[in-house]
């Protein structure tokens, strides 16, 4: 099992960025992909951006393509999502989740807690 534990949630003024953080603890050495998904009330999750286990592959949603970017250290565990030009329409939970990577947009196996990020207006 992974533990999964965010960081780097906040309040950010419309326009500006985050960067969220995701650290990786437990059994690590499988070769997971990484990534975050994000829910508001009453909504689904909905998956934001992965990246295999090598780092070579990345996928967006076509919601945040071009404003946000993920990135992973594996020598720290740690996954990144850099949140750019961010819009009061990303205000939500987020999560990072761990899995394998052909289901990670919809069903990854090991979820953190989720961040709260709330962009004002």
């Known amino acids: 099992q992974v533990q999964l534990v965010e960081s780097g949630g906040g309040l950010v003024q419309a326009g500006g960025s985050l960067r969220l953080s995701c650290a990786a603890s437990g059994r690590t050495s499988v070769n997971f992909a990484m990534g975050w998904f994000r829910q508001t009330p009453g909504k689904e999750r909905e998956f934001l951006a992965a990246?295999?286990?090598?780092?070579?592959?990345?996928r967006y949603a076509d919601s945040v393509k071009g404003r946000f970017a993920i990135s992973r250290d594996n020598a720290e565990n740690t996954v990144f999502l850099q949140m750019n030009s961010l819009k009061p329409e990303d205000t939500a939970v987020y999560y990072c989740?761990?899995?394998?990577?052909?289901?990670?947009?919809?069903?990854?196996?090991?979820w953190g807690q989720g961040t709260q990020v709330t962009v004002s207006s």
């Open positions: 990246v295999t286990w090598s780092g070579n592959t990345k």
């Open positions: 989740a761990a899995g394998v990577w052909v289901h990670f947009a919809t069903s990854p196996t090991e």
